[in-house]
């Protein structure tokens, strides 16, 4: 029996912060030695929202490569890979193009929320759209059973599930249908207090920080707006603070939460309190993604490795798919019957 498979990743729109990290990272570290591990460095989808500055990405693709390596993705284990260099993401994206309507994609959550964003008012790349149909192939190319992911990816893999059954039904049962695994703690909110850390708006601490931006970031951070003195009753659960010590420093975080309610712990002890925490945990990762900064041909081989290893699969599922389709036009001629060896 073969191992069980997850496919999970992120796009390189620069370093991964600690949002990634407990929304998906963490988790994709802890499952790869029960499950068989592929973790996409979508660096298509980045060009759905950076399509006008490609040349970021050769850096960024090598940062999240390290990112990963750092958080404990262990190569030996999981398939770390590039997106762009795997042709079945490409091919499965036209075809699953067929099988999702575009009223479908403009109802997505996830979507209309990005797109928000962006502000793209009527010049929506028809890329950005469609990014779900394209990372239905990201989950299917290697027949991934399960999704490691934060909140937010929720819709992309229920449309991934739609498509999968579409297709299966439509054609012939070959692709697996995935699951969502999400984690226990799936949203971390920008130190903004905005609901969400994200690199467009610059509300995020980075995994590659070092411990002084650390510490003027959580300087910066949204506290509840009620507490003006130390001694002020504050209100932990609309805190952004007190999430992140909810998050990292699980075990004192019901004790902060009391004396925040009771007016015993000031704003300013609390955020240190977390300084001190988040720079004992970054201080490993920091470590040992040192490590790799020195010596960056070696990601580089981990995934050329990794991406050659997906490759394969990739073209093992094509073959399945062009079959089910009947599509599979020239197929490979019957091994010649063997003569003497
Ligand atoms: N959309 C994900 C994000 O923005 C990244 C991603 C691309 C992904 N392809 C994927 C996540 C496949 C899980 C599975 O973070
Ligand atoms: Fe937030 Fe801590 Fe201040 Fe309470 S004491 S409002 S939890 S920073």
């Known amino acids: 029996m073969s191992r069980k498979r997850i496919l999970t990743g992120d796009r390189p729109t620069g370093p991964l912060h600690l949002g990634h990290y407990v929304g998906s990272v963490a988790n994709r570290a802890r499952l790869q030695d029960e499950f068989e591990t592929f973790v996409i460095i979508a660096d298509a989808q980045a060009l759905t929202t950076n399509f006008d500055r490609p040349e970021r990405l050769a850096e960024d693709v090598l940062n999240v490569a390290m990112d990963n390596l750092a ?27 067929n099988l ?9 959550p996830t979507i209309k929320t990005e797109a928000a964003q962006h502000n793209f008012e009527e010049s929506m ?3 950005f759209l469609g990014y779900p149909v394209s990372q239905a192939a990201d989950i299917t190319f290697c027949r991934a059973n399960l999704v490691p992911v934060g ?12 498509i999968v059954r579409k297709f299966n039904s439509l054609y012939a049962p070959v692709l697996v249908e995935p699951e969502a695994r999400v984690s226990e703690v799936s949203r971390l909110p920008g130190l903004d207090g905005g609901a969400k850390m994200s690199k ?21 951070a949204v506290t509840d707006p009620a507490r003006i003195h130390p001694t002020d009753k504050g209100h932990p659960e609309i805190c952004t603070v007190f999430a992140w010590h909810r998050a990292f420093n699980r075990a004192e975080s019901d004790d902060i939460g009391e004396r925040c309610r009771a007016g015993t712990i000031g704003c300013v002890p609390c955020k240190a309190r977390l300084v001190a925490v988040l720079n004992e945990f970054l201080e490993p990762i920091r470590a040992r993604r040192a490590g790799y900064e020195q010596d960056p041909d070696l990601v580089r081989d981990i995934l050329s490795t990794g ?3 997906a490759r394969h699969e990739g073209d093992r599922t094509m073959a399945l798919v062009r079959a089910a389709m009947k599509i599979d036009y020239f197929p490979p001629p019957a091994p010649a019957a063997t003569a003497g060896n």
């Open 151 to 162: 909140e937010d990816q929720l819709p992309h893999i229920e449309m991934t599930r739609k």
């Open 200 to 220: 467009s708006l610059g509300n995020a601490i980075y995994l590659s920080d070092p411990p002084d931006v650390v510490k003027q970031k959580v300087a910066r």
């Open 71 to 97: 958080c404990g993705v262990d190569p030996q284990k999981s398939v770390l890979f590039v997106q762009s260099l795997v042709p079945a993401i490409a091919e499965l994206t036209v075809f699953y193009a």
């Open 125 to 127: 790349p028809f890329g």
């Open 307 to 309: 991406t050659a290893r």
């Open 100 to 108: 999702v309507t575009v009223n479908q994609l403009f109802h997505n």
